[in-house]
């Protein structure tokens, strides 16, 4: 596609519930990232993919958060027992190989409110 | 480990004058530099980036920053802002070495007044 698509634009999810966000990158961009902005800060890294293989998950907060890229495509953040303090927007960006930082695009994000 | 700080977490401004948002790190190796710029309910769009050679960068919608490493500094300008312009502003830094992640500020957000 011509960006990068999330869905769904916002979700909210009662505290202990599993939920699942979606990031479709820009077709033949290799690496994908994902990372969570809370209310009135700056995103933060949560973890990194080229094609399939998670390179870097360091900023993962527990293991209640788990992302997958199975077919080095499409990718999917998953927060089990979801809680308040996971209500972020949870932004996705891609970028092809080699270019890290330099190249990347954002989606416009997944709101995720626990209540 | 590297690190982001935006002094100023709002800066109101008058229409047509000019703007500075002011952005340090710190880092232990070589920096590349990055100014996004985030609209209500929207994703981030750079705006520039500094990656090597002349410290001016210019960017998208008449910004442009500049890179001083006696002092740590990135600062984003803009000679005359417009009511547009009103928007929260990450200034973002990625070591040169190879690690992907960007590491953000907690960002300013620019209020312009007509």
């Known amino acids: 596609g011509a960006g990068v698509s999330q869905s769904p634009r916002y979700k909210v999810a009662k505290r202990g519930q599993d939920v699942a966000l979606r990031c479709d990158p820009i077709s033949g961009h290799v690496s994908l990232f994902w990372y969570q902005q809370a209310l009135g800060q700056g995103p933060e890294f949560l973890t990194y993919f080229q094609n399939e293989a998670q390179l870097d998950k360091s900023g993962l907060p527990s293991d209640r958060f788990f992302a997958e890229r199975p077919e080095g495509s499409v990718s999917t953040l998953k927060i089990q027992r979801t809680q308040q303090e996971d209500s972020a927007v949870y932004l996705c960006?891609?970028?092809?190989?080699?270019?890290?930082?330099?190249?990347?695009?954002f989606g416009s994000g997944t709101r995720l409110t626990v209540v | 480990a590297q690190s982001v700080t935006q002094l100023d977490s709002q800066v109101p401004v008058f229409e047509e004058a000019p703007v500075e948002l002011r952005c340090n790190y710190s880092?232990?190796?070589?920096?590349?530099l990055f100014w996004y710029v985030q609209y209500p309910n929207q994703g981030l769009q750079l705006l520039l980036k500094y990656l090597s050679g002349s410290t001016l960068v210019k960017g998208i919608n008449g910004f442009e920053a500049e890179f001083n490493k006696s002092q740590t500094s990135f600062h984003l300008r803009k000679p005359s802002v417009h009511i547009s312009d009103t928007a929260e502003y990450f200034c973002a830094v990625s070591e040169g070495t190879g690690r992907r992640a960007l590491t953000f500020g907690s960002g300013t957000r620019l209020q312009v007044q007509p």
């Open positions: 880092s232990s190796v070589s920096v590349y």
């Open positions: 960006a891609s970028s092809l190989g080699g270019q890290g930082a330099r190249g990347y695009t």
